[in-house]
T-cell receptor, first 115, second 112 residues
């Protein structure tokens, strides 16, 4: 399957600052990437679908101006958490659609802590 | 909309015992179903998937799952648990296009 990396793996920031998380598909050209958020001891919640070369599609209740997604190439999507607050602290995971395989391949996740 | 229900947020078994993690789905069309495993502070790894071929699906690490349409179930099993199986397990159903909907997860604990 596709190999997906995320950077950074862990980030701590002050409230009010912005944080950028990168998701890279290392061996697969991904026209679609997905961003999930996972709170402690909870399931993954889809935040948005990132489409290469076009605007991301956000799930209901997710603020597009707060969670900026850029998918400028077939191997890179970025999620920027703007003006982060403590309630944004979470585990953010990206995934890559596997083309015709119907499955998704997940990155290792990024743990964001906002102080 | 499709949905997934995982019964039991926490399952504890002895090493060597049978593992059974339950998953029921709701779908108006033939679904694609998946089981993923997540170790602490890591992403998800695919264990196995059902894509309308054989109803008994074998995955990695000795896990398997059986698709039962009449029961709308896709339970995950392993004949003999190992300590390394301790993790969080998620059942997921694929909606239109490639969007996945996850269950709430089951934490598997394996004791000596």
């Amino acid at each position: 399957g596709a190999v997906v990396s995320q950077h950074p793996s862990r980030v701590i920031c002050k409230s009010g600052t912005s944080v950028k998380i990168e998701c890279r598909s290392l061996d697969f050209q991904a026209t679609t990437m997905f961003w999930y958020r996972q709170f402690p001891k909870q399931s993954l919640m889809l935040m948005a679908t990132s489409n290469e070369g076009s605007k991301a599609t956000y799930e209901q209740g997710v603020e597009k101006d707060k969670f900026l997604i850029n998918h400028a190439s077939l191997t890179l999507s970025t999620l920027t958490v703007t003006s982060a607050h403590p309630e944004d602290s979470s585990f953010y995971i990206c995934s890559v659609g596997g083309g015709g395989t119907n499955e998704q391949f997940f990155g290792p996740g990024t743990r964001l802590t906002v102080l | 909309a499709q949905s997934v229900t995982q019964l039991g947020s926490h399952v504890s078994v002895s090493e060597g015992a049978l593992v059974l993690l339950r998953c029921n789905y709701s779908s108006s069309v033939p679904p694609y179903l998946f089981w993923y495993v997540q170790y602490p502070n890591q992403g998800l790894q695919l264990l196995l998937k059902y894509t309308s071929a054989a109803t008994l699906v074998k995955g990695i690490n000795g896990f398997e799952a059986e698709f039962k349409k009449s029961e709308t179930s896709f339970h995950l099993t392993k004949p003999s648990a190992h300590m390394s199986d301790a993790a969080e397990y998620f059942c997921a159903v694929k909606e239109s296009a490639s969007k996945l909907t996850f269950g709430t997860g089951t934490r598997l604990q394996v004791t000596l």
